[in-house]
């Protein structure tokens, strides 16, 4: 079993950069597969960012790859840069783990994953 929290969600104008945090408790991301997703209201969540645990190939949402990036800051927390933030950034940020292998189509899919957080909000202002 793995806890996952959420942290740096806050109110931003467009243009600024800003950094969500992952931390695990109950066992380290390891060779844990790991998603960041976001989800506005009425719409379906949606991947934003991930790496694969056992090849730590980065996989990233057309919108945001050239803005957003990952990093592992330890064993238990990991980040999740975005910069150049736009109104439609906002959203309730979530992180995720799952074990076993998993191919790239998959991140794409909330449902491939087991455990999540609770969620941090994002809000760009315009």
């Known amino acids: 079993q793995v806890q996952l929290v959420e942290s740096g969600g806050a109110l931003v104008q467009t243009g600024d950069s800003l950094t969500l945090s992952c931390r695990a408790s109950?066992?380290?991301?390891?060779?844990?597969?790991m998603g960041w997703f976001r989800q506005s209201p009425g719409k379906e969540r949606e991947f934003v960012g991930g790496f694969a645990g056992l090849s730590s190939r980065e996989y990233f949402e057309d919108s945001v790859k050239d803005r957003f990036t990952l990093s592992r800051d330890d064993s238990n927390t990991v980040s999740l840069q975005m910069r150049n933030l736009k109104p439609e950034d906002t959203a309730v940020y979530y992180c995720a783990v799952s074990g076993g292998y998993m191919s790239g189509t998959h991140f794409f899919q909330a449902s491939s994953f087991d455990y999540w957080g609770q969620g941090t909000q994002v809000t760009v202002s315009s």
């Open positions: 109950g066992r380290t991301f390891g060779t844990l597969n």
